[in-house]
């Protein structure tokens, strides 16, 4: 019986903290149109983004803050290296981006995993 009891237990705990760290939605490797991938990583309190592959590859291009899907931070164009305002959102295994000029001419785009 204390078997039984101190096994309930066990699970109980188990059940009821979950994962110390579950992975973020941005987190992953992510694939463009073109079929170049780019990673979205930890770095510090974000999440940073870098080509893998393709013209462009090595090159960082975001740097966003968030979580449960919803993003914001920066997104960096890597063929001019300039800087826009962005925000991410990310459901099932589609992530689209969208970087603004003066927050008003934006352009989005939708990588899937």
């Known amino acids: 019986m204390a078997r039984f009891a101190l096994f309930a237990a066990a699970v109980v705990f188990a059940l009821s903290t ?3 760290r579950s992975a973020e939605p941005i987190e992953g490797v992510w694939r463009l149109d073109n079929g170049e991938t780019v990673t979205y ?3 510090g309190d974000a999440y940073c983004s870098r080509v893998n592959s393709g ?3 090595g090159k960082t291009v975001g740097r966003m803050t968030g ?3 919803s993003y914001t931070g920066t997104l960096i ?3 001019s290296d300039k800087s826009y305002e962005g925000r991410a959102s990310v459901s099932a ?3 689209v ?3 603004c000029v003066a927050k008003v001419f934006c352009r989005s785009q939708t990588w899937t995993r």
Do not use: S
């Open 55 to 57: 013209k462009y590859a």
């Open 97 to 99: 981006l969208t970087g």
């Open 41 to 43: 990583a930890p770095c």
């Open 18 to 20: 979950g994962p110390a």
């Open 77 to 79: 164009d890597p063929a």
């Open 93 to 95: 295994n589609e992530l």
């Open 67 to 69: 979580g449960g899907g």
